[in-house]
């Protein structure tokens, strides 16, 4: 039920404490510190333009760009952001090492399930589509959440949430708490009746819904979703066509139904579908939704006055330098 009454997406453990970081040092950039050039969605970017775990460089046209031209020209337009975020994350971990809070494996793995399952991100095959489409690691994910297990494990008692608060909440955001009709299903596309008519059979002596689907996929990308589960729910825009809609709430569970017709943009198609489950479109009461409320006023609390304020409270009390380039100490690389 929770994923149903998200309402704060993606500040909350997309680099939390960069954002709140940047925003409480309150520095100012100038034009130069952004890119000079930018792909942009128009433009189609080759696939080692993306990469840059586990490479030492690229070469382009027989000439060399080396990771640390990369470094130096990430930190140029960066790097105030970065080491924002690292001070931020080294006062957490220095805080957290003296009052002896530490997070384990179990408490990070149990929040990236609930994350994951609240963005929609359930399977490891779209999880890992969202890493690869944010240019970010398995790792950093992990690191995130571990950071914010932290922060809440430091900060949880000074967030305080009334029954007046949650009810007021209920009262205003009241629609977010109604969940439409919605059916979970697969499917699979053809653009002939008699190759539907052959998977179809192929289903029926009770081969997988999924290898048939991947296997009849026409394009890598369409290999990539081809019979995962999806969720539809009325009212769902863009909708589905009306027939197929119908068919998929009026459809009996684990049964393969189809093929089913429809055209677009001149071209016919033929669609086959599995409902693997179905909900009944629901309105929550005020008691119902109260503990969620409640979970959600708290999150946001702690995002937008908690940690802001503490973290500048630790920015204030810490002394921070630089080191100059020429400086000859030994550097401690932290834990």
């Not at 991100?121 to 950093?140: M, V």
Request: aromatic share 8%; hydrophobic share 40%; net charge neutral.
């Amino acid at each position: 039920m929770a994923s149903t009454f998200r309402l704060i997406k993606g500040a909350i453990w997309l680099g939390l404490a960069a954002a709140l970081c940047a925003g409480v040092a309150g520095a100012q950039e100038s034009d130069s510190s952004q890119p000079p050039v930018v792909f942009g969605r128009q433009i189609r970017v080759p696939r080692a333009v993306e990469t840059v775990t586990g490479v030492k460089g690229w070469v382009v046209n027989g000439e060399t760009i080396t990771m640390d031209q990369a470094r130096d020209r990430a930190m140029a337009f960066y790097g105030p952001y970065v080491v924002r975020d690292l001070v931020a994350a080294t006062l957490l971990h220095q805080e957290a090492k003296q009052r002896g809070i530490t997070v384990s494996d179990a408490e990070v793995e149990a929040k990236v399930k609930e994350m994951r399952q609240e963005q929609g991100l359930s399977d490891d095959g779209s999880f890992e589509r969202y890493l690869a489409s944010q240019r970010k690691t398995k790792a950093w994910f992990y690191d995130k959440v571990r950071d914010y297990v932290l922060i809440e494990k430091l900060l949880a008692d000074r967030v305080h949430v009334s029954d007046r608060e949650v009810a007021d909440f209920y009262n205003r955001f009241r629609q977010a708490y109604y969940r439409p009709a919605s059916v979970s299903f697969r499917a699979m596309s053809f653009t002939s009746e008699a190759a539907a008519q052959a998977a179809l059979a192929e289903l029926r002596k009770g081969k997988s819904f999924q290898e048939i689907a991947k296997r009849n996929a026409t394009s890598a990308v369409e290999k990539a979703v081809a019979g995962e589960l999806r969720t539809y729910q009325k009212g769902q825009q863009p909708p589905l066509p009306p027939e197929i809609e119908a068919a998929l709430f009026s459809a009996p569970l684990a049964q393969v139904i189809g093929p089913l017709k429809t055209t677009y943009q001149g071209q016919d198609y033929y669609h086959l579908f599995r409902v693997e489950s179905k909900r009944d479109e629901h309105q929550f009461t005020l008691d119902e939704a109260k503990e969620i409320i409640r979970a959600e006023i708290k999150r946001r609390k702690l995002e937008e006055e908690v940690y802001p304020r503490w973290l500048e409270t630790a920015l204030s009390g810490a002394s921070i330098e630089t080191i100059p380039a020429d400086d000859q100490r030994p550097q401690d690389s932290g834990g």
